[in-house]
């Protein structure tokens, strides 16, 4: 029996205005592909931005896109948050051919974790003891944001994952005494 293989990359990208997305699905050379939707449900909102696309798409979704920034659009990017993104991808029959992701977002994350990292004097050579237990520090920081997409985006426990990105965000606030 024919049919479409959907399926869709969510890389992490570092530009924290935009959202990639890319059509990985393998399509069915027997059956038509017609209709073919992206609805996004941002962190925090209980309902879905529905935009309408092509087959083997590549993308690039900004904050009007999603409904966040509703002036200056194409002039102006307003960063787009971190959090759990669901996003599902349909052809026709929508309600029948689709695919559901859960996406972590941790490009703020990350944007502050490296700009923690460009601030550490490391060299070439075995650092001094405070330099080694910062950069375990941040190599711990980096494991719990890795931990965190994982369980999200694997395992289905999106609240494990959340409160692992929280604590992350939390140990690389304390490190850059954001709170202090």
């Known amino acids: 029996m024919a049919n479409h293989i959907l399926s869709l990359e969510v890389p992490t990208v570092m530009n924290p205005c935009i959202l990639k997305i890319f059509d990985t699905s393998v399509y069915s050379n027997l059956l038509p592909v017609t209709c073919p939707t992206l609805n996004i449900t941002v962190p925090g909102f209980g309902y879905s931005i529905q935009l309408d696309t092509t087959q083997d798409f590549v993308d690039t979704i900004t904050a009007c896109d999603l409904q966040l920034q509703t002036t200056d659009c194409g002039t102006v990017n307003v960063d787009i948050p971190d959090g759990i993104y669901i ?6 029959p ?3 051919v689709y ?3 859960n996406h972590l977002r941790i490009t703020q994350a990350l944007n502050k974790y490296y700009n923690v990292l460009c601030d550490v004097d490391a060299n070439a050579c075995d650092p001094p003891l405070k330099i080694k237990q910062r950069l375990e520090e941040l190599r711990l920081i980096y494991m719990y944001l890795q931990a965190a997409k994982g369980k999200v985006e694997f395992c ?19 490190m850059t005494c954001t709170n202090c």
């Open 94 to 96: 929508n309600e029948i």
């Open 156 to 174: 289905h426990e999106p609240q494990k994952g959340m409160s692992l990105y929280n604590y992350a965000m939390k140990l690389l606030n304390k």
């Open 87 to 92: 996003i599902k991808y349909s052809v026709s």
């Open 99 to 101: 695919v559901e992701y």
